[in-house]
């Protein structure tokens, strides 16, 4: 017979608790596990923001990968508590399968097995003091999903913010080729980066290890695109610079990106969701999102409309032109008079 207090269970309404007995091997998301055997007691509930379990189960003394020594009398526990904080929304649910987050905070303790097995099984009368448990060292410590925060920050980073600028470097200031290569190279580093560190993450998990959600496909999909977009970029100007001329890679390279871009936010906010995050980082990504894209919009807007206005702001590179000039198109209107007749004048 087991009693404890707020570890291992999750609330669901006001007076509800479910327990979900899990097994796992390493460090990975415990699995929802129907074979071992919980029932639960009276006084189990939610009462004085505390939430008590009172349980009884009948074979928890050995599974598939261990084993419980009930003659130990210093026999190893750990448990974890949260996720907690703003970035994490509170997991309410009633169903024993639903996938959990990282921990936010874990430990470990000692528990003298002998003394905790037999006697009458009535329930302990104090729920404050420990009996036949003892801990080492700090008895609470902290963690963090650092993973997730890094995948997050590469991606966005790299999808959201650097690759809508490398327009601007393009286009506006300093209209230089060099740097929109530089700028995407880095993008392409730092999206690769935050796709990595996403295919570890989807390995901890239950819900992920499977890489068929939505989040992943897409992402796999986006990743390859960025790299198809980097390598037409590169091989356009390779060509730009033996030729003069432009290339079908340089019409794709311009307008897919902004295709890549507008999955990759619409990724992102999917995967924020699907991770459980908070409505106040949904709301902030959102913000972001709309912040940049009314910048870069009006940044390229208002270097056109000066263009247009016989100012300097918008600058179409001469790659555009040559690509223009190179079409069958412009060398059928440009040539389009050569076999008239000797002194025809298109204007008389």
Known sequence: MVSFTGSGVVPFGLADVTVSPRISSGEQEPEYSSSIAVTLLEGTGIANNTMTVNGRCSNCTTWKSGKLDLKSSSQPWIFGLGPSGGSAAMLRSDSKTASIERHSKYGVFNMDMVHATGGSGELPTSYTTSQGSSSEGEEVKSDSNWPSIIHAICLCGALILLFPFGAILLRVFPKSVRWHWVNQTISTCLAFIGMVIGFYLSTQFTKSQSFGSTHQILGIVILLAIIAQWGMGFWHHRLHKKTQTGSMFGVVHRYFGFIVILLAII???????????????????????????????????????????????????????????????SDGYLNRDSNRPHGYNRYG
């Open 267 to 329: 990724n992102g906010g999917i995967g924020l969701s699907w991770s459980y995050a908070s409505n106040g980082v949904l709301v902030g990504y959102s913000i972001t999102v709309v912040i940049v894209s009314v910048a870069i919009i009006g940044l390229l807007g208002w270097a056109r409309f000066k263009s247009n206005h016989g100012g300097k702001g918008f600058v179409r590179q001469q790659e555009e032109l040559d690509e223009f000039q190179s079409s069958d198109y």
